[in-house]
């Protein structure tokens, strides 16, 4: 869809415009993207929940680079309230996935990139005990993050595992074993 003219074909279409374009304006230069993804999953939701949709509108509008009241007028108006929740909730959803990828890539960076042989081996087996439905993604990430980057203080850790955590909330199981099979691995490991 282009900024000059906007045939809405379903709010799906929508959803995939406006995350296309919230992505490459704030996430694709935020220092870390993954984080800034769960703060703009929070901002979305508390204004959508609290009826703030003035601040909402304003920050779809900036996203995709119209005016608040064009983006009201010719977008937001137009959708139902059923469609307005699909909406927030695609939107939400698909950030998530967005950040999740770029989250699972400074994982494995951390894991197989900078580290021995040895604690690469063993992230791939507890990730594939994660992919074989033995442990949950959050005893997943709690034990590669037990075992990599002895440097990085336990905080700091701790801040890094609730990142993953926020964002895996938004995103169903079968999709989420999907994005760990696919960006969770050696660069030259067979998938």
Known sequence: MSSETVEVSDVGDLANWITYHIVRKYMDVADFPDEYVVDTINHIL????????????????????????????????????????ELVNLIVHHIA????????????DNAFELSEFETGEIVRLIR???LDGLISFQDMIKEILGIIRPDINKDNKLRWAQTGFELAKYIDEDTLKELVRENLHRYNEEL
């Open 97 to 108: 996935k967005e950040g999740m990828v770029y989250y699972l890539n400074v994982l494995k």
């Open 46 to 85: 508390n204004n959508y929940n609290n009826h703030n949709y003035d601040d909402l509108v304003t920050f779809f509008a900036d996203a995709v680079g119209w005016k608040k009241q064009t983006f009201k007028r010719r977008i937001w108006d137009t959708l139902t309230d059923e469609e307005k929740a």
């Open 128 to 130: 594939n005990k994660y």
